[in-house]
């Protein structure tokens, strides 16, 4: 099944203790991206990656860290989490950004609902 | 101003009613333009995406775009309870060589029988 994992689903910890949340598709995506969620504010990009060893910035990237050493893998790490880190984190991704119609369409992880005390 | 704006909602309508949901962008150079739809404590999925100016049809849903108005709408008709969820608006817009995409905060629908 074409799927994009994301573990864990729920994570409580607190402030400083590094943590890494794993992404994982099956799907030979080239582009990978990190999101946040929050309430009113919807859907705000953290960072993307366009093929392995690229990756860059996106709106929100304070705090946080990633690493596309293989394609199918998007890690991202809170080296020193923040209580301001507490949100909803998605991981996705598609085969491309071009303006191919289906091609471009985003597939999202479940989900990681972190806490940050 | 945000650079996509929904209305957050509530937009409550009755079962069998038509659904309007609507967003606006302010980036003119914006290339593509999508809706995904999010279940409550769910991922979001892509349910329509419109490059042109006009109307495209799928099913009971229909985008509208404007790009002079810098608009894109999503309607859904004969709407059923299982549409009641959170839509989100996203647009692309090119970005020094990366085609961004940038969600809006989203509608939330809520279809009463």
């Known amino acids: 099944e074409a799927q994009v994992t994301q573990n864990p689903r729920y994570l409580i910890t607190v402030t400083g203790k590094k943590l890494t949340v794993t992404c994982s598709q099956n799907?030979?995506?080239?582009?990978m991206s990190w999101y946040r969620q929050d309430p009113g504010l919807g859907l705000r990009q953290i960072y993307y990656?366009?093929?392995?060893?690229?990756?860059d910035k996106g709106d929100v990237p304070e705090g946080y860290k990633v690493s596309r050493k293989e394609k199918r893998n998007f890690p991202l790490i809170l080296e020193s989490p923040s209580p301001n880190q507490t949100s909803l984190y998605f991981c996705?991704?598609?085969?491309?950004?071009?303006?191919?119609?289906?091609?471009?369409?985003?597939?999202f992880g479940s989900g990681t609902q972190l806490s940050v005390l | 101003q945000k650079e996509v704006e929904q209305n957050s909602g509530p937009l409550s309508v009755p079962e069998g009613a038509i659904a309007s949901l609507n967003c606006t962008y302010s980036?003119?150079?914006?290339?593509?333009f999508f809706w995904y739809r999010q279940y409550s404590g769910k991922s979001p999925e892509l349910i329509m995406f419109?490059?042109?100016?006009g109307d495209k049809e799928d099913g009971r849903f229909t985008a509208q775009l404007n790009k002079a108005s810098q608009y894109v709408s999503l309607l859904i008709r004969d709407s059923q309870p299982s549409d009641s969820a959170t839509y989100l608006c996203?647009?692309?817009?090119?970005?020094?060589?990366?085609?961004?995409?940038?969600f809006g905060a989203g509608t939330r629908l809520a279809v009463h029988p």
């Open positions: 996705a991704s598609s085969l491309s950004t071009l303006g191919q119609g289906w091609r471009e369409k985003l597939f």
């Open positions: 799907m030979n995506h080239e582009y």
């Open positions: 990656s366009m093929n392995v060893e690229v990756t």
């Open positions: 980036d003119r150079g914006s290339q593509s």
């Open positions: 419109i490059y042109s100016n």
């Open positions: 996203a647009v692309r817009v090119p970005s020094g060589g990366y085609n961004k995409l940038i």
